[in-house]
């Protein structure tokens, strides 16, 4: 059994990777069983994908493909026994896959190809084999057969398409899918199954797939707004009140819906955490009335805050931590998984609630304190003119920014400190959990347009973007000459894929932060430096400093 991971921001041994046991808490059997469920992906690939140039295809193996990604992206699984399951029955699809492309060759007069690689795989009797079996899966096997640039670019693009597929599964949760979407994950699979060495070609691929996430940014902002309505400026309480009560967390808009419609009328308060709170700015969720604001801060954070809620503690989607004092109140849904931890299946929160109604709530209301949350495309851009108009009247100097995810590491501390410092006549949007590094200070306002801007969720990315294309064709010039700066800050496989698509979209001089990803070897590096312009944060004084320069005409 070998476990190298390098996919996330947060790694050890020297910032080079995770060995011994995963800074995220993944012991070392999840992290190669997970090897080993992307391999068998791979091999699902290989044959779905040329079935599907014969004109077949089969939805359980698209949808299969896309939640096993999904399974595999940082903080989200960590339960092997579960993995294992995920392992085996990726194995019973992949012969479904082969005799599926086996049967369409064969109707199309065809001789099917006998496949190697990941599409050979066979599953061992025992988790025993199992491991022993993941050494041909590993990472550092291709860092031994190609170097650490090929490598790196195969795992970019595969940790691109993770995250990609982590936002295609919200979409399909709402009832959004689009099978160019799953043509291309069987289709970027099966090229990664051959091990291909090319560095160009590696390079397009990673576009390519940022420029088919830009798409499914899009599907997933259709399914949300379509669901819930456009997000709308919203005052969003961030201190307790009075009651019994939930802790919502994670992505998934669809499980604070149903949890909402069951507790209606049960005496319980909800709230949201982490990157759920700007379900707050929806319409459809807003509405209802026990949905009281949002408690406590990012990810990292929970295990300090969850222990000191008084309440039961719903985990929808990635970012859950080791629950250790409070698994008795916790429970996970969709795709998470920790031992022990009780697994909603059915969307029937009872259990949830069960364990709410015992909890003791908060004792009373605390000072009451809002943030504004809610600037989506939709809210900006309907005051558009207005923001337009300050500019040139040189009200409104520069945009900045400053967002993604936060994480534990030292480093991150210069998100607080830059935005702190950003001039006051200058306007700061921000999404995802990053936000939480200083969404909580007064930053004021400028002509009534608010200096703090939270666009959303991570995957709201698409809302910034249509926010930046929108200015660049009101001031007719191109994004990268918009005066727009942008800091982010990355932490697991989501983020990969919105760099990779601001990439594709040719938005150049990204600052990126607090370190530059381990998988990105020094000659990718290199072309990304000199073709994008990406490059690592520094001091918030220095890299402001050089952000409010002119731009030479």
């Known amino acids: ?9 947060q790694r050890t041994r020297g910032g080079a990777g995770c060995m011994q046991f995963s800074n995220c808490g993944k012991d070392p059997e999840t992290g190669v069983l997970m090897d080993l469920l992307e391999h068998a992906c791979k091999g699902i690939s290989q044959y779905a994908h040329r079935a599907r140039l014969l004109g077949a295809k089969d939805r359980e193996l698209d949808v299969f493909v896309v939640e096993a990604l999904f399974t595999t992206v940082t903080n989200v699984n960590f339960d092997a026994a579960r993995i294992e399951q995920w392992v085996r029955r990726a194995a019973e699809l992949k012969d479904k896959a082969r005799r599926l492309y086996e049967d369409a060759a064969r109707k199309a007069g065809k001789t099917p190809e006998t496949l190697t690689g990941p599409a050979a795989w066979k ?23 190609h170097g650490p640039d090929v490598a790196g670019l195969q795992e970019l693009a595969k940790y691109g398409l993770k995250g990609m597929a982590a936002y295609a599964e919200h979409a399909r949760v709402l009832g959004k899918e689009d099978e160019a979407v799953y043509a291309f994950v069987h289709e970027t699979l099966s090229t990664l199954a051959s091990d291909p060495t090319d560095a160009g070609a590696l390079t397009g691929l990673a576009l390519k797939v940022g420029e088919v996430n830009f798409k499914v940014m899009e599907l997933l902002d259709g399914a949300n707004t379509g669901s819930y309505g456009h997000p709308e400026p919203t005052q969003a309480r961030v201190t307790p009140v009075k009651g019994k009560c939930i802790l919502v967390s994670g992505h998934d808009l669809k499980d604070l819906e149903l949890l909402l419609k069951q507790t209606e009328g049960r005496g319980l308060n909800v709230y949201t955490h982490g990157e759920m709170l700007p379900a707050l700015a929806y319409p459809g969720l807003k509405k209802y009335k026990h949905l009281v604001g949002n408690y406590g801060g ?65 004792p009373e209301d605390e000072e009451p304190k809002h943030i504004t949350v809610g600037f989506g495309r939709n809210a900006v851009l309907g005051v558009a003119d207005k923001v337009i108009d300050a500019v040139k009247a040189g009200k409104i100097r520069r945009f900045f920014l400053i967002g993604g995810c936060d994480g534990a590491k030292p480093g991150r501390d210069y998100y607080t400190e830059l935005a702190e410092a950003v001039p006051k006549d200058c306007v700061i949007m921000t999404l995802a959990c990053g936000k939480y590094r200083f969404n909580k200070l007064d930053f004021g306002d400028i002509g009534g347009i608010p200096r703090l801007l939270d666009i959303g969720q991570c995957n709201d ?43 594709h979209l040719g938005v150049k001089d990204i600052r990126l932060g607090p370190t530059l990803p381990a998988f990105v070897g020094p000659g990718v590096l290199k072309v990304l430096v000199d073709t994008f312009g990406l490059k690592a944060i520094g001091t918030p004084e220095k890299d402001l400093e050089d952000m409010l320069k002119p731009v030479a005409a």
């Open 461 to 503: 990315a698409y809302s910034a973007i249509q926010i930046a294309l929108a200015l660049a064709g009101a001031f007719k010039c191109g994004v990268n000459d918009l005066p727009l700066s942008l800091v982010l800050s990355w932490y697991e496989q989501k983020a990969v894929a919105i760099l990779l698509t601001l990439l």
């Open 123 to 145: 599953p061992a009797a025992d988790r025993k084999g199992l491991l022993h079996q993941s050494t041909e899966a590993s990472v550092m096997g291709s860092i031994r057969r």
């Open 1 to 9: 059994m070998e476990m190298f991971c390098y996919q996330c921001e």
């Open 298 to 362: 990012a990810w990292q954070d929970q295990r300090e805050e969850f222990a000191e809620f008084p309440g039961a503690i719903l985990m929808t989607t990635n970012c859950i931590q080791n629950p250790e004092g409070y698994v008795g109140r916790i429970f996970t849904s969709g795709l998470v998984g920790w031992p022990g931890v009780r697994h909603i299946t059915d969307g029937d929160f009872s259990p949830v609630i069960e364990a709410a109604l015992e909890a003791p709530g908060f």
